[in-house]
Every structure is written in structure tokens, then in C-alpha cells.
């Protein structure tokens, strides 16, 4: 599975800005796809969502920021709307697919700035 993530960018506070990635390869290996921030000695989960549709979201982004997903034939792409954004959302934001057996795989950061 390869990862190819895109969107970041430098913003306002109060600004959107919304990241794509899109997984390719054996993707009907996938389950879960998400996107984590980096954080001190781990990555933090942000939002994920399964292949069925359910969402699950870090508290500090609920009500803030909306993960979507895209299941095309050759390519399934995952979507991160990010509203109201706040300084503190200042990271780099990695995007990851997991299998049912726990295997991740990730793309490459894209570093998220808001400036206040």
C-alpha cells in the first residue's frame, strides 16, 4: 500500500484547509484509514474512519474538523476538512491505513501551520 498525502499548508487562525490522501496498491487489504499528528515520542491520533464509515475524532478536533472517505475500484482516498483552525493545531500530519491485523501504513507528513 502506498500513501500519498497532500494539503497542508500555512493559515489563519480561524481558517480551513482541508488534507487529502490517497492509497494505492493492495488497497482491499485496508480497513481503517486516518490521520495522526506528530507528537512527543508518538503520533497522535486525530480522526479516523473505517471502511464501512464510521468516524471516531480526537477531542480537541470534534466539531471542528470532518474526516471523509473516498472507496474508488484502484485508488481510496481519505479527506481531513479542517474549520476553525487554532494555533495549537500547528503540527505535522501524517496519514495512515491500517489492516484488520494491525499492519500501518503511512505517507509522508504535511506540515499544518495556523498562525494566530
Known amino acids: 500500500v502506498q500513501l500519498q498525502a497532500s494539503g497542508g499548508g500555512l493559515v489563519q487562525a480561524g481558517g480551513s484547509l482541508r488534507l487529502s490522501c490517497a492509497a494505492s496498491g493492495s488497497i482491499s487489504s485496508i480497513n481503517n484509514m486516518g490521520w495522526y499528528r506528530q507528537a512527543p515520542g508518538d503520533r497522535a491520533m486525530v480522526a479516523v474512519i473505517?471502511?464501512?464509515?464510521?468516524?471516531?475524532?480526537a477531542d480537541s478536533v470534534k466539531g471542528r474538523f470532518t474526516i471523509s472517505r473516498d472507496n474508488a475500484e484502484t485508488v481510496e482516498t481519505v479527506y481531513l476538512q479542517m474549520n476553525n483552525l487554532k494555533p495549537e493545531d500547528t503540527d505535522v500530519y501524517y496519514c495512515?491505513?491500517?489492516?484488520?491485523?494491525?499492519?500501518?501504513?503511512w505517507g509522508q507528513g504535511t506540515q499544518v501551520t495556523v498562525s494566530s
Open positions: 495512515n491505513a491500517k489492516t484488520p491485523s494491525g499492519r500501518d501504513f
Open positions: 473505517t471502511r464501512g464509515g464510521r468516524t471516531n475524532y
